[in-house]
């Protein structure tokens, strides 16, 4: 079974910085793609950063710039540095990973969500 485990302290004021991470726990053969999703109270899900296996990184127009990717590949964990908050960067941040999972002699597809980390303005 594969997990994905946030974490990160979720206080911060407007014009801050904040790491979240995402370990990506269980016996796994790859991570294909990790996204990171936002989402504000009332709204749908965000995309705003994804990290594809080879090192390319995409990022949503409203956090190029200030958000950072990058990962430790010996722990399968990924990381999102967030820089200059705004209100609007704040919400439920989530983790979700895709990538395939050994069991035994075959491989078999994951994908799989993290428990969500809060992002709160502490002004």
């Known amino acids: 079974q594969v997990q994905l485990v946030e974490s990160g302290v979720g206080l911060v004021q407007p014009g801050g910085s904040l790491r979240l991470s995402c370990a990506v726990t269980g016996i796994i053969f790859s991570i294909i793609i990790m996204d990171w999703y936002r989402q504000a109270p009332g709204n749908e899900p965000e995309l705003v950063a994804s990290?594809?296996?080879?090192?390319?990184?995409n990022y949503a127009d409203s956090v190029k710039g200030r958000f950072t990717l990058s990962t430790d590949n010996g722990n399968h964990t990924v990381y999102l540095q967030m820089n200059s908050l705004n209100p609007e960067d704040m919400g439920v941040y989530y983790c979700?990973?895709?990538?395939?999972?050994?069991?035994?002699?075959?491989?078999?597809?994951?994908?799989?969500w993290g428990q969500g980390t809060q992002v709160t303005d502490s002004s």
């Open positions: 979700n990973a895709r990538g395939a999972r050994l069991v035994g002699a075959i491989l078999y597809p994951y994908n799989s």
């Open positions: 990290f594809v296996s080879g090192g390319r990184t």
